[in-house]
């Protein structure tokens, strides 16, 4: 039972993500399909680091919330100053 539910909610992520190839395929030439391609990767990796950074933070941020707000606001500001300079 969970694992066609599961495997729908894998199928129908994958089309939705990949929404925008299979309209554009529909107006565009394929050169230019592989142009947004190569520059809607370099976006998504981009998330991917600043998704596994925070996700790294978010102990230290729970942490540092709980003892003292004042070093947590801080802590935020620092790595969004980080982030947004990787950018």
Avoid: M
């Avoid at 599961?6 to 230019?32: C, G, M, P, Q």
């Avoid at 990796?45 to 230290?60: E, H, K, M, R």
């Avoid at 070093?71 to 982030?83: E, N, P, R, T």
Wanted: proline share 2%; hydrophobic share 50%; with cysteine.
């Amino acid at each position: 039972q969970v694992i066609p539910s599961f495997l729908l909610n894998t199928v129908l992520v994958l089309i939705a993500s990949r929404l925008d190839y299979i309209i554009l395929s529909l107006f565009d030439r394929l050169e230019e399909i592989g142009y947004y391609a190569i520059a809607y990767r370099v976006l998504e990796i981009s998330l991917t680091v600043i998704t596994a950074v925070i996700t790294a933070a978010f102990p230290a941020f729970s942490r540092q919330f709980s003892e003292s707000r004042d070093h947590f606001g801080d802590s935020v500001q620092y790595v969004i100053k980080y982030l947004c300079s990787w950018i």
